[in-house]
């Protein structure tokens, strides 16, 4: 099972919006709709921000959005605050109770 | 409050052996679904293994398979992971991960992280 491509990093500045892209096959992210992202600070393990492509965990700010269109997922986030500086990973179900994880994107607050 | 924490990782050399184990409090851990997650020094994530909340389902990633075994100890709200023949491929901090379900239930999120446990085959 192959990574899922994200690109290696995006950035913006305080209050502007960025969004994260991730491209799989239509035998994980197109099958369904069991994509979710994860923020991961330095030395620190992953949290969920995202899961089931659109829907936000309890405690995750608005300002973190997901949407799909065939075998693409994306994240974005708008009004970008420092604390968002950080390396994001989509992960989709990818058949027969399986997972794979995106090869990970940093995002960098200018 | 949650919490998940991780032992048994280790220096080991190719073709060893070693038993990681999780054990989780602050929530029914019979009632959701295990994973172990992991991640090489300076690389991305990889999921390794699940196991349903039952044990009745367990996979694992094509890469461990044969090699790797989860298990789970409901009794002691435990999760475990045997690793034989170790590579040096195996290298990395082995996450224990709380499913927000359990295995075909309608929703997918690896909700909560334990902060691993590090692995290195050398």
């Known amino acids: 099972q192959s990574a899922l491509t994200q690109p290696r990093s995006v950035s913006g500045s305080p209050g502007q919006s960025v969004t994260i892209s991730c491209t799989g096959t239509?035998?994980?992210?197109?099958?369904?709709?069991?994509v979710s992202w994860y923020q991961q600070h330095p030395g620190k393990a992953p949290k969920v921000m995202i899961y089931?492509?659109?829907k936000r965990p309890s405690g995750v700010p608005a300002r973190f959005s997901g949407s799909k269109s065939g075998n693409t997922a994306s994240l974005t986030i708008s009004g970008l605050q420092a604390e968002d500086e950080a390396d994001y990973y989509c992960?989709?179900?990818?058949?027969?109770?399986?997972?794979?994880f995106g090869t990970g994107t940093k995002v960098t607050v200018l | 409050e949650m919490e998940l924490v991780e032992s048994g990782g280790g220096l080991v050399q190719p073709g060893g052996c070693l038993r990681l184990?999780?054990?989780?409090?602050?929530?029914?851990?019979?009632?959701?679904?295990m994973h172990w997650v992991r991640q090489p020094p300076g690389k991305g994530l990889e999921w390794v293994s699940g196991?349903?909340?039952?044990?009745?389902?367990?996979v694992h990633a094509d890469s461990v398979k044969g090699r790797f075994t989860i298990s789970r100890d409901n009794t002691k709200s435990s999760l475990y992971l045997q690793m034989n023949g170790l590579r040096p491929e195996d290298t990395g901090l082995y996450y224990c991960?709380?499913?927000?379900?359990?295995?075909?239930?309608?929703?997918?999120?690896?909700?909560?992280w334990g902060q691993g446990t590090m692995v290195t085959v050398s």
């Open positions: 991960v709380k499913d927000i379900g359990d295995y075909g239930d309608g929703r997918d999120a690896f909700e909560f």
């Open positions: 184990s999780c054990v989780a409090s602050g929530f029914i851990f019979s009632g959701y679904a």
């Open positions: 196991i349903s909340w039952n044990s009745g389902r367990v």
């Open positions: 239509s035998s994980d992210v197109g099958a369904d709709d069991y």
């Open positions: 089931d492509v659109s």
């Open positions: 992960c989709s179900d990818a058949g027969r109770y399986t997972y794979v």
